[in-house]
């Protein structure tokens, strides 16, 4: 296979762009004074006899009802949040991953902004396999053109799972497609940057992503400066009515991976597979969520429909590509204020063999006390390609402390 | 003529004429409230084009921060918030995936409408999440107020005439007039609520505080045993009790809450329930800032004047 070669020249001008767009900005935008909160010079409000005396304006240097500030050194401290997914695992599944009982991550969020022209995000994931940066990156905000640009380690922005924390999946578990496919929990979470960009059409959000990624992730492994992975993005939104709305994307990534091959026994390594390095490697997804949410009862009622295609080719060793689809539906339902009903359907066969299908089904209950906690029982069932079965009961407690993030669209 | 002189003339004429409209573009306003938007209706006229983004019929706690939001927030040259973190879980991501630079806060596109009004319930001491979802920095509801209406007004005209000092006059007229009616109708709505003063209350949410201080009114309890929680049945049969003692026959609400259990605390307490709008367009009586307390004090009074016999 040829290794990609644009590799070099791609970051080059990335970098370019950014600085040119960045002194851009900066002088389009000169550093405004720090976002003291400063009071607004009362206008002589008109004498006009009134019952009651007009509030006096506020005091010149502390707002009425304004807190003192604090130290400077809080209030430069970013927003921290500390989320912890525990989940407990019952019933039969042959290729058992999850322990009867485990707290299977801890994450930890840093946000703030950096300066006026930038923010930062940090997220760290602590669990049994140690501390690992999940994402860390800045945010251009303020860059000229609607464009945006992130730099850092970062989920991609691939179809719709990819770019979601596991403590904010609808259910407690990935579909099948994500797992198989699209690299499970981890994904396409790797070192890079991405710009994007939207466009104010009439009565149609649409938004164009591009990104570069170092390839060391749970889907793209490279070994050489010059084999970088890309995913690109097109989203088109549209509200149907003030109450409901259509989300449609397609993703396409390619990079290169590495597979295991299988050696013929009594092979002379000794071992059962060798790693053949730098196979090509696409996938395409499209996707679609409908959502519906009444503004009059929106603390009541939602429903969110879902669905992912992905698509994917794995070049493979002395052998023809392999290809692969998979694909899931999804709905979650909220019929009062603090619960939840879902349910998926998953089908997807394998990264290294596309005739290989697994199916499955879940049906999952979330019991919402707040929203800094969520408790959610889901039903599993997998029918995998050899014919093996799991049936699995999952339970899972989700609870956050620190500040309040914002919610997910 | 000869062709470079005639791509001249046409060049120039097409400049001028998109030049034209740019000159005169309104102002484009994004408030996260349709209170705070209709304020700004009253102040910069056919000066601003206003763009609300939580209609007054939502729980302003709970709203999507749907990409038509962010095209609209892309657009803005001034975005008004309510602040307080009234909006920390919807406005944050509408604001960075905008990339509008002119609105990001701490520009001088961005105001934050909290700054300036009298703002009631600020924590002291520790505060934990046990206590339900406080605000930090206070109640946000601030708007509820008349009082403070003229404040978010008066600095609503300050960022108007920061951003477009040719029409300060324009501005200053606006408010001039917005100030001598909600003067009038204070007036009005303070007489129609002064015979119920210290007459006690319960409301569903922590929405109500400004409004019932402004026209005297004591709030004693609360449907939500604590802010954003649910009501539950022990809380339920204690709020009875309290109210029965204490005589307590009105229980105020916002239409998005569900009715049932407010309509069987009043019952059981031998009382009623009274929905006031939260908001601009809550109810469609509210249809700006003063007809949102022409409709929010006439409904008060009428329900006051059956509970007390005044």
């Not at chain 1, 019933?91 to 923010?119: C, H, I, M, W």
């Not at chain 1, 089904?361 to 919402?368: E, R, V």
């Not at chain 1, 069932?381 to 049936?391: L, M, P, V």
Request: glycine share 8%.
């Amino acid at each position: 296979m040829a290794p990609i070669r644009i590799g070099i020249s791609a970051v080059v001008a990335v970098y370019v762009t950014l600085c040119a767009a960045g002194s851009a900005s900066a002088q389009a935008q000169p550093p405004s004074s720090p976002p003291v909160q400063t009071p607004v010079p009362t206008p002589t409000p008109t004498p006009t006899p009134t019952p009651t005396p007009t509030p006096a304006p506020p005091d010149p240097v502390t707002p009425q009802g304004t807190p003192a500030p604090a130290g400077a050194s809080k209030v430069f401290n970013p927003d921290i949040s500390v989320n912890g997914n525990f989940i407990a695992a019952a019933g039969r599944n042959p290729f058992a991953t999850l322990a009867p009982f485990q707290l299977s991550e801890v994450e930890a969020a840093f946000q703030a902004v950096v300066d006026p022209y930038a923010k930062a995000d940090f997220f760290l994931s602590v669990s049994k396999d140690g501390i690992e940066v999940e994402e860390g990156f800045i945010t251009f905000t303020s860059l000229p053109g609607k464009f945006q640009a992130k730099v850092g380690k970062l989920r991609a922005n691939f179809g719709k799972m990819n770019t979601q924390h596991t403590h904010a999946l609808p259910s407690v578990d990935r579909p099948l497609v994500t797992e198989n496919l699209v690299g499970g929990d981890e994904g396409i979470s790797d070192a890079g940057f991405s710009v994007s960009r939207i466009f104010d059409i009439p009565y149609l959000f649409v938004e164009l992503t591009g990104e570069m990624f170092t390839g060391d992730s749970a889907v793209f492994q490279s070994d050489h400066r010059a084999q970088l992975s890309y995913v690109a993005r097109a989203r088109a939104y549209r509200d149907l009515t003030e109450s409901s709305n259509i989300d449609i994307g397609t993703s396409a990534a390619f990079g290169t991976a590495n597979v295991d091959v299988p050696q013929p026994l009594l092979s002379s390594s000794g071992s059962p597979t060798i790693q053949a390095t730098g196979l090509d490697k696409r996938l395409l997804g499209v996707d679609a969520t409908f959502r519906y949410r009444p503004l009059r009862r929106a603390i009541y009622r939602r429903l969110n429909i879902r669905s992912e295609f992905v698509w994917s080719r794995q070049a493979m060793l002395d052998a023809p590509a392999q290809e692969a689809f998979g694909a899931y539906v999804s709905g979650e339902y909220q019929f009062a204020r603090r619960w939840y009903a879902g349910g998926r359907l998953d089908h997807s066969g394998r990264v290294t063999d596309g005739t290989a299908i697994d199916n499955g089904g879940s049906a999952f209950l979330t019991f919402w006390p707040t929203e800094f906690s969520q408790v959610r029982g889901q039903y599993r069932h997998i029918r995998f390609a050899g014919g093996e079965r799991a049936d699995e009961f999952l339970v899972q407690f989700n609870f956050s402390i620190g500040a309040h993030g914002a919610h997910v669209f | 003529m000869r062709l470079s002189t005639r791509l001249f003339i046409l060049t120039a004429l097409v400049s001028a004429a998109l030049a034209r409209p740019m000159a005169f573009a309104p102002l484009e306003v994004v408030a996260t409230t349709e209170d705070l938007a209709a304020l700004t209706r009253e102040i910069g006229g056919d000066k601003v084009k206003v763009t609300g983004l939580a209609k007054g019929y939502q729980d302003p706690h709970n709203v999507d921060p749907k990409p038509s939001f962010i095209i609209a927030v892309s657009r803005a040259d001034i975005l008004i918030a309510v602040g307080r973190e009234l909006e920390i879980g919807w406005l944050p991501p509408l604001i960075t995936q905008s990339r509008n630079a002119k609105i990001q806060p701490g520009s001088k596109g961005y105001l934050d409408a909290s700054l300036t009004v009298k703002i009631l319930e600020i924590p002291t001491g520790q505060i934990t999440r046990a206590m339900g979802d406080v605000h930090p920095s206070g109640n946000p509801h601030y708007w509820l107020d008349p009082g403070n209406g003229r404040l978010i007004a008066q600095a609503i005209q300050q960022k108007l005439t920061e951003l477009d000092a040719a029409d300060k006059a324009y501005f200053a007229q606006r408010y001039a007039d917005f100030d001598k009616r909600l003067a009038a109708g204070e007036k009005r709505w303070d007489a129609m609520m002064a015979p119920y003063k210290g007459t006690k209350v319960v409301t569903y949410h922590r929405s109500w505080p400004n409004f019932m201080e402004r026209f005297g009114l004591d709030v004693m309890g609360y449907v939500e045993p604590k802010p954003g929680i649910p009501p539950s049945p022990s809380h339920t049969i204690e709020l009875i009790a309290a109210m029965k003692a204490q005589g307590v026959k009105l229980v105020v609400m916002e239409s998005y809450f569900d009715a049932k259990t407010p309509e069987k605390i009043a019952l059981e307490a031998g009382g009623k329930v009274v929905t006031l709008a939260p908001s601009v367009g809550g109810e469609k009586a509210a249809t700006d800032y003063i007809q949102l307390f022409e409709f929010n004090v006439t409904t008060m009074a009428a329900a006051l004047k059956q509970a007390t016999g005044k």
